[in-house]
């Protein structure tokens, strides 16, 4: 049998129900985990007692919930009424929140364990961060939820939650070779949130495989009056819907190479090629299209900037207290004009009607998650594609902000393995509410990718 933190959250949820593996000793061994995976630093806060407490409350309860016991990493921008909730930021170092964001209600309501909070940049703002790359940790993971993609790698937990706005969630699962959801905007509660009608900055799954991933998704997903954007789903169980697709039989897939008119690392796009069209071979129509949103780039920086201020608004006077990054992001959103705005708003009501037109033909959009493999961890950003010299700092992650920009929802599945055992994630893309069938595309996705555990993990 598999040692306890080394089962998938499907696995582990079935033992903990039969009552072969209680939540204390999945929980104990999680933490020891992550004690091993310390130069990881995928934690902002653990309390192994604290944890352990959680989990013995689970294992003296009759009922229990959907997780069962399973051990979560929370990301250090949601609030945790029981632990500091940091937003990785100098000016909150111990701030305890008053109560837990809905979303984390709803994972302690489904007997999930609270195991820590995973490490982020401030605000979750700058991409990369302090955390490294299991799959080799010269590399960075990926951001901004770097700490939860690298701790579900590690197995230092089976699932934790991210958040994105532009790809934060998409990208740190590409690079960490795990499956990362980017869900609809309402269908997990957002509250608290600065801007609560924002259908931008969303909370994702994280879980090794596409069943785990869904798993969370089912655990977070319902309609809350706390958020004026909430919804329902339109289905009961993604989990339940995505095992009724044992194949690709006829659905109508279209792979883009390179959606953000940025160019894409050869090798990259090679191996998300040779993914896509291998699902011919469990019964998908595949076509490879030219499909160009890059004239969204333009608007998306405009609309980030306005986010960037109501999401600071509060703290507006401290700004000279905020980390370089996101000062200077919150300066550029304070230039904004009425018009500035609106010009963006025109352009980004075209790029969505342009994703509309592709999904009546298509079931499906993939393409490469990231046009440049997981870098060096000291290394901020990469500058250039191919050669080619990007305008700015965000340019490099448009490919995931480009969903963002026009709200839809999206995953990255692993698609392969670099030369020198990288991992390159597959984005799949959907219309809204289409989470099941993108969850059952990344299992098929993943199953044939190759991409296995971290070298020291296997």
Same mark, same amino acid.
Request: charged share 20%; net charge negative; with cysteine.
């Given at each position: 049998?598999?040692?306890?933190?080394?089962?998938?959250?499907?696995?582990?949820?079935?033992?903990?129900?039969?009552?072969? +593996?209680?939540?204390?000793?999945?929980?104990?061994?999680? +933490?020891?985990?992550?004690?091993?995976?310390?130069?990881?630093?995928? %934690?902002?806060? &653990?309390?192994?007692?604290?944890?352990?407490?959680?989990?013995?409350?689970?294992?003296?309860?009759?009922?229990?919930?959907?997780?069962?016991? !399973?051990?979560?990493?929370?990301?250090?921008?949601?609030? #945790?009424?029981?632990?500091?909730? $940091?937003?990785?930021?100098?000016?909150?170092?111990?701030?305890?929140?008053?109560?837990?964001?809905?979303?984390?209600?709803?994972?302690?309501?489904?007997? $999930?364990?609270?195991?820590?909070?995973?490490?982020?940049?401030?605000?979750?703002?700058?991409?990369?961060?302090?955390?490294?790359?299991?799959?080799?940790?010269?590399?960075?993971?990926?951001?901004?939820?770097?700490?939860?993609?690298?701790?579900?790698?590690?197995?230092?937990?089976?699932?934790?939650?991210?958040?994105?706005?532009?790809?934060? !969630?998409?990208?740190?699962?590409?690079?960490?070779?795990?499956?990362?959801?980017?869900? #609809?905007? $309402?269908?997990?509660?957002?509250?608290?949130?600065?801007?609560?009608?924002?259908?931008?900055?969303?909370?994702?799954? +994280?879980?090794?495989?596409?069943?785990?991933?869904?798993?969370?998704?089912?655990?977070?997903?319902?309609?809350?009056?706390?958020?004026?954007?909430?919804?329902?789903?339109? %289905? #009961?169980?993604?989990?339940?819907?995505?095992?009724?697709?044992?194949?690709?039989?006829? &659905?109508?897939?279209?792979?883009?190479?390179?959606?953000?008119?940025?160019?894409?690392?050869?090798?990259?796009? $090679?191996?998300?090629?040779?993914?896509?069209?291998?699902?011919?071979?469990?019964?998908?129509?595949?076509?490879?299209?030219?499909?160009?949103?890059?004239?969204?780039?333009?608007?998306?920086?405009?609309?980030?900037? +306005?986010?960037?201020?109501?999401?600071?608004?509060?703290?507006?006077?401290?700004?000279?207290?905020?980390?370089?990054?996101?000062?200077?992001?919150?300066?550029?959103?304070?230039?904004?004009?009425?018009?500035?705005?609106?010009?963006?708003?025109?352009?980004?009501?075209?790029?969505?009607?342009?994703?509309?037109?592709?999904?009546?033909?298509?079931?499906?959009?993939?393409?490469?998650?990231?046009?440049?493999?997981?870098?060096?961890?000291?290394?901020?950003?990469?500058?250039?594609?191919?050669?080619?010299?990007?305008?700015?700092?965000?340019?490099?992650?448009?490919?995931?902000?480009?969903?963002?920009?026009?709200?839809?929802?999206?995953?990255?599945?692993?698609?392969?393995?670099?030369?020198?055992?990288?991992?390159?994630?597959?984005?799949? !893309?959907?219309?809204?509410?289409?989470?099941?069938?993108?969850?059952?595309?990344?299992?098929?996705?993943?199953?044939?990718?190759? !991409?296995? %555990?971290?070298?020291?993990?296997?």
């Amino acid at each position: 049998m598999n040692s306890p933190e080394r089962l998938t959250a499907s696995q582990a949820v079935a033992q903990l129900t039969a009552g072969t +593996l209680t939540a204390e000793a999945l929980t104990r061994a999680c +933490l020891e985990q992550a004690r091993a995976g310390a130069e990881i630093k995928a %934690w902002a806060w &653990l309390d192994p007692e604290q944890a352990i407490a959680q989990a013995r409350a689970v294992d003296r309860a009759g009922r229990k919930g959907l997780l069962a016991g !399973v051990p979560v990493g929370i990301k250090d921008i949601i609030d #945790t009424v029981d632990m500091p909730t $940091g937003h990785g930021s100098p000016i909150y170092p111990r701030h305890r929140p008053f109560a837990d964001a809905a979303c984390v209600a709803l994972i302690r309501a489904a007997s $999930g364990v609270i195991l820590g909070k995973t490490v982020t940049t401030e605000f979750a703002n700058r991409h990369p961060g302090p955390t490294a790359n299991p799959h080799n940790i010269d590399h960075t993971p990926g951001g901004s939820s770097s700490g939860s993609a690298a701790a579900v790698a590690d197995f230092m937990v089976p699932l934790a939650i991210g958040t994105q706005t532009g790809g934060s !969630v998409i990208r740190p699962a590409a690079f960490c070779g795990i499956v990362g959801l980017r869900p #609809t905007p $309402g269908l997990i509660p957002n509250h608290p949130m600065p801007l609560i009608w924002d259908p931008g900055q969303v909370h994702g799954a +994280l879980g090794r495989d596409a069943e785990d991933t869904a798993f969370m998704l089912d655990a977070m997903v319902g309609f809350s009056r706390l958020s004026p954007i909430s919804v329902a789903p339109p %289905w #009961t169980s993604a989990l339940a819907e995505m095992e009724q697709r044992a194949d690709a039989s006829k &659905l109508r897939v279209a792979y883009a190479p390179d959606i953000a008119g940025l160019g894409v690392d050869a090798e990259i796009e $090679g191996i998300c090629r040779n993914a896509a069209l291998g699902l011919r071979s469990a019964g998908a129509i595949v076509e490879v299209i030219d499909f160009d949103v890059a004239d969204g780039r333009g608007p998306y920086q405009t609309w980030r900037g +306005l986010w960037m201020v109501g999401q600071q608004y509060e703290r507006l006077s401290e700004i000279e207290r905020f980390g370089k990054n996101l000062r200077g992001n919150v300066e550029v959103g304070l230039t904004l004009t009425a018009l500035d705005i609106a010009a963006a708003e025109q352009k980004r009501q075209q790029a969505y009607h342009r994703f509309r037109a592709l999904f009546e033909r298509f079931d499906i959009l993939l393409t490469p998650a990231a046009p440049v493999k997981p870098f060096a961890v000291e290394v901020d950003f990469p500058d250039s594609i191919n050669g080619h010299k990007l305008a700015n700092y965000l340019d490099w992650i448009a490919p995931a902000f480009l969903v963002t920009l026009v709200s839809l929802p999206a995953a990255s599945a692993p698609a392969g393995l670099t030369r020198d055992g990288l991992p390159v994630g597959m984005q799949i !893309v959907a219309p809204r509410f289409e989470e099941p069938l993108i969850l059952s595309v990344a299992k098929l996705i993943h199953g044939s990718s190759g !991409v296995g %555990w971290p070298p020291a993990l296997q």
